[in-house]
């Protein structure tokens, strides 16, 4: 069920918010030890809140969609008296004073949390092997990575543990759980959901969002989640707006683009989902046509460099603790001290020039379509992917094509597209202007209504 | 390409050689891909810092 749809049974008080919440721990305790998806379990806070959610709904004071409803949160998602860890030895007794905006918001909007999400380290990677809280495994093939860094959001998700997970994207880390295990996942424009108390990695390109099971459902979590927050010096007054698609959505003359460098060393079975998914959209009316976009590749190079010298910057109060961090976050911290000061700045400045080479692409099209990864989830431990007759790290491979929308600081959405010929999902990524939640969802949702999409998760 | 060794020695001496040694590959390969964009940069292209909200019609 998606949240839209047991929300009408809460509010019909055919289930109350404590049953959602005793089966959805109840599953938690027997899948959570094969998944490794949850670093810390909130049981007793759970129904706690439970009770409360119920007796203000019995009173007549609903919250909204979100009233009752179990979710978590990424542990690098500060909560109040519970113990925030960002995945990291360094944090591993760290137990905040105070939650973050996001789970302020939430808990604002009547949300159930049941606890913290493991997540790759620091959340500095895309596989979520964890060297201190162990691997997260991917519900559709536990041999699999489920993609990070939120990989225990998407596992949770795609498990049916929780109805939605929040995330953090510096480079993909929200799309590319989402594509691996199945789920939505949705990146907002920089600025428009506030990064307050959110352990940060890179200031410039960190990004919160949903993990949910439905298009919908991901608007329905931006709607709590976005709006203008003082305490975070990025977040933006763009006005908000109810980022819910309507039922029936038309997507009827929306121009969405398309370029060739988007299925560059991509693997077949992905380029035929997302070409479909595309041919899907033509079939309600949408006008798909090729575009010519920015090097994908130089995108790429200065979304490195910045995310480098940034989450250096921001460990450089570690840097004695080196026994305390993994070896694959070790030697990207290594990497970014290294890093000039001029390539940084030379970085940003390419930044700003390549953001206004890629606002001319919105006077030809309203959004964009292409894969979220170029993959699918590849094993635990697989660190290198072979396209086209050449190796490609991973970690490269799997944000090579999300990465850019960091740096362009744009709003995208991964939903699913398909199972692969081996049975693993595969994403879709709808991209729009700055601050276009609204056109992304609804384009996601009309294809989603016209049955785009994989079944459950069989776990 | 860079002396990273060197400026690794220089900059951050705290790192052990054989950590060094094992970045230099993945230096090597940004480097590569990120130094041609940056000659000819306009003078007069600032850098950018999150989103320009000015600038994306906000």
Known sequence: MTILEVAQELRARRVSSVELVTAALDRIGRLNPKLNAFITVTGEAAVRAARQADSELASGRARGPLHGIPIAVKDLFLTRGVRTTSGSKLFESYVPDHDAAVVERLAAAGAVPLGKLNMHELAYGVTSDNPHFGPVRNPWDTARSPGGSSGGSGAAVAANLVYAAMGSDTGGSIRVPAAFCGTVGLKPTYGRVSRYGALPLAWSLDHMGPLTRSVRDAAVLLNAIAGYDRRDPASSRHPVVDYVPDEGCSIRGVRIGFAASFFERVSEDVELAVRGAMAHAASLGAEVKPVTVPDLAALNAVGRVILMAEASAAMEPYRERRQDFGADVLALLDQGRLIPATDYINAQRLRRALRREFRKVWREVDCLMFPTTPHTAPRIGETTIHFEGQDEDTRLAATRLSRVFNVLSLPALSMPCGLSSSGLPMGLQIVGPAFEEALVLRVGAALEDAGLGIPPCPI | ?58
């Open chain 2, 1 to 58: 390409m860079k002396d990273w060794k060197g400026i690794a020695k220089a900059a951050a001496p705290d790192i052990p050689e054989a950590d060094v040694h094992r970045i230099l590959a993945p230096l090597d390969a940004l480097e590569a891909a990120f130094r041609p964009l940056v000659k000819n940069l306009p003078p007069d292209l600032e850098p950018a810092s999150g989103l320009d909200a000015e600038e994306e019609g906000e």
